[in-house]
């Protein structure tokens, strides 16, 4: 069974400061991506990595593929309290996506 | 990209009814997928459903329980049968109209009393 842990599970931070997400496995995926989630809607895909050691800038998001395809982060830089919701990752299976156990992030003002 | 929506958007129900969640897309694709989303949890793939055939379960969701319909290339429901409050949950519809994006609807939120 292909699992996705993240950590850390919930994080809460003020306004202004930098915050990394881990996404970790022991199986490795042929792409990754990240979601993220806000309240009363569905999850809207950020970004997908497909290359070993890749990195990918998204405005003050970066996101980095592991070397071995089988980890991801995301870091976020100079938070607002528009960056709060969950953050999923997402890894691609034979045929299906394989969600993470998510990350709550709360910014405050 | 693809455009989802769900009908209804939240229900309360009773302990033992049954609920039927629609999902409509915007354009035609073969693959939809219901996920469900417990109370301050990720997704749970529930099932796969291709039109023209039986919808795949994952393990752990039998169609017994959760019974899906995919009469044509936009539209799919999903059944919630005989429900107990540990059905409690957001249930997503989602598609993937192009290799690798996968797009959500909003969700249905249901609470079962």
């Known amino acids: 069974t292909q699992l996705l842990e993240q950590s850390p599970q919930f994080l809460s931070i003020q306004e202004g400061e930098n915050l990394t997400v881990y996404c970790n496995s022991s199986?490795?995926?042929?792409?990754l991506q990240w979601y993220r989630q806000e309240p009363g809607e569905g999850p809207v895909l950020l970004v997908t990595?497909?290359?070993?050691?890749e990195v990918k800038k998204l405005k003050r998001l970066t996101f980095q593929f592991g070397d071995a395809r089988k980890d991801s982060s995301l870091h976020i830089t100079a938070a607002q309290p528009g960056d709060t919701g969950l953050y999923l990752c997402?890894?691609?299976?034979?045929?299906?996506?394989?969600f993470g156990t998510g990350t709550r992030l709360q910014v405050f003002p | 990209s693809a455009v989802i929506s769900q009908k209804p958007s939240r229900d309360i129900c009773q302990r033992g009814t049954s609920l039927t969640i629609q999902c409509q897309v915007d354009?035609?694709?073969?693959?939809m997928f219901w996920y469900r989303q417990q109370p301050g949890q990720s997704l749970t793939l529930i099932a796969t459903?291709?039109?023209?055939?039986?919808?795949?379960?994952e393990s752990g969701f039998v169609i017994d329980k959760f019974p899906i319909s995919r009469p044509n290339l936009t539209f799919s429901t999903l059944t919630v049968s005989n429900m107990s409050p540990e059905d409690s949950s957001i249930y997503l519809c989602?598609?993937?109209?192009?290799?690798?994006?996968?797009?959500f609807g909003p969700g249905t939120r249901l609470t079962v009393l």
């Open positions: 989602s598609v993937t109209p192009y290799t690798d994006t996968q797009y």
């Open positions: 199986s490795v995926f042929s792409s």
């Open positions: 990595v497909v290359t070993g050691g």
């Open positions: 997402a890894g691609r299976g034979a045929d299906k996506l394989i």
């Open positions: 354009s035609q694709v073969t693959m």
């Open positions: 459903a291709n039109q023209g055939s039986e919808a795949t379960y």
